[in-house]
Nanobody, 123 residues
Framework: QVRLVESGGGSVQAGGSLRLSCAAS????????MAWFRQAPGKEREGVAR????????YYADSVNGRFTISQDNAKNTLYLQMNSLKPEDSATYYC????????????????WGQGTQVTVSS
């Protein structure tokens, strides 16, 4: 059974930092994409960052480029999202999405999702 479990959310003031983690288990494939999405109240879920396992190539939404960094620790089967210079508009529930066969923003490309972790940034 494939599982994705996020952690690391919380409340922070604008300009602060948080690191989200996503512990993955149960997947046995060798080529896949992992991603972070977020959803704010009343808004659609949007892609934030993604990383292709084989190459380590990363992609970012324009709104977070230069402030967020996605990374993976293959030995620990863990995906990370380092979030710096946080803004109030970054407040959302953040979701880890996993094991997409292609590295795209489309949600339907990802078969597995975590339960979400809340990030709140105050001004």
């Amino acid at each position: 059974q494939v599982r994705l479990v996020e952690s690391g959310g919380g409340s922070v003031q604008a300009g602060g930092s948080l690191r989200l983690s996503c512990a993955a288990s149960g997947y046995t494939g060798s080529s896949y994409c992992m991603a972070w999405f977020r959803q704010a109240p009343g808004k659609e879920r949007e892609g934030v960052a993604r990383i292709y396992f084989r190459s380590g190539r990363t992609y970012y939404a324009d709104s977070v480029n230069g402030r967020f960094t996605i990374s993976q620790d293959n030995a620990k089967n863990t995906l990370y999202l380092q979030m710096n210079s946080l803004k109030p508009e970054d407040s959302a529930t953040y979701y880890c999405a996993g094991f997409g066969p292609v590295c795209v923003w489309g949600e339907s490309s990802y078969n597995y999702w975590g339960q979400g972790t809340q990030v709140t940034v105050s001004s």
